[in-house]
């Protein structure tokens, strides 16, 4: 990724998000941001990729709208973008029912969350840590939108790559005595496996007993070479590629559970794409397609004295 440039992929998939809100039947997301805070000059560059990948015979007279619209269904990832969300934010609710009061996305990108809360996270506290460069552009295009800036969200401008969570969050207002819920989203694929692992414990020292996380990763099988992917996937990986996004790591589901026990964290839950499907879309009212490999993890942070040693 190009650090002086917001990522790629977080404008790709805010925009996917706003297309299921307006056109699918009975969308998993309220997310109608996503065409606002992609700025459009962005969206246009992103209808012209659209129409040179038509067809000749059928460039003269299709719609640029629909071209951009219809690529983004059609990418690998469109399903996973949707689920993920949705999945997220259940768990972030029935986790506010529970009593947790800080909500921490990590690798925020274009997430509209902050625009669109809902009656049941009104007094929750919100911190968005992203790249500098992608949650300047963010906030300029809420500035843009007439979203004000408010105490009840706090943006924490970080590269993880050179600084940890916990420095990062410590330039904050964030509490770590409070039960606080994570989210980490369509991030972990694109970092080194030491990456993740310390920001799995950074997670869980940050943060008290309780204290929730939902992440996205990858079967680590599939970034092998020789490994027989699906053409989705295959061409998913190589258009993240070209915009300098590259797959780097994943992990094993068989040994996800004991590995998070190491950094601190009870696996809850562990997700296959069509086991995600299966809950959200088991009557294919939407057409949600999973590329496969990807999974949706939710976990809890435990006491030191239930880790295992590493």
Sequence with gaps: MDSSKASHTALATSLMRALHARSDPAPLLDDPWGDRLVPETVRAALRERAMARLDPALRATASPDKALDAALRANAAYADVILRSRYT?????????????????I???????????????????????????????????????????????????????????????????????????????????????????????????????????????????????????????????????????????????????????????????DLGGNQAVARYDAAGAHGLRWAGAGHLAHACVVNPEQRSPA
Excluded at 89 to 100: N, P, T
Excluded at 110 to 128: M, N, Q, T, V
Excluded at 186 to 196: D, F, K, M, Q, S
């Design 107 to 269: 690798g925020a990108g274009f997430d509209s969350f902050l625009c669109r809360r809902p009656a049941w996270a009104e007094g929750l506290k919100i911190y968005e840590v992203d790249h500098p460069a992608t949650q300047q552009l963010k906030r300029r295009q809420l500035q843009h939108c007439g979203i004000a800036e408010s105490d009840a969200v706090q943006f924490v401008a970080a590269d993880l790559s050179e600084e940890t969570l916990q420095s990062a969050l410590a330039r904050s207002s964030f509490q770590p005595t409070q039960p606080t819920f994570f989210s980490w989203l369509g991030v972990t694929v694109y970092l080194t496996r030491e990456a993740n692992l310390a920001t799995l414990r950074a997670i869980a020292s940050v943060a008290p007993a309780g204290s929730e996380l939902v992440f996205t990763y990858v079967d680590e099988a599939v970034l092998r070479p020789g490994h027989a992917n699906t053409e989705a996937f295959n061409k998913l990986r190589s258009d993240v590629s070209s915009v300098g996004e590259s797959f780097l790591s994943g992990f094993d589901p068989a040994t996800l559970g004991p590995l998070l026990l190491e950094t601190g964290l009870l696996l809850l839950e």
């Design 89 to 105: 934010e259940d768990m972030l609710k029935a986790a506010v029912e529970r009593g947790i009061t800080q909500y921490v996305l």
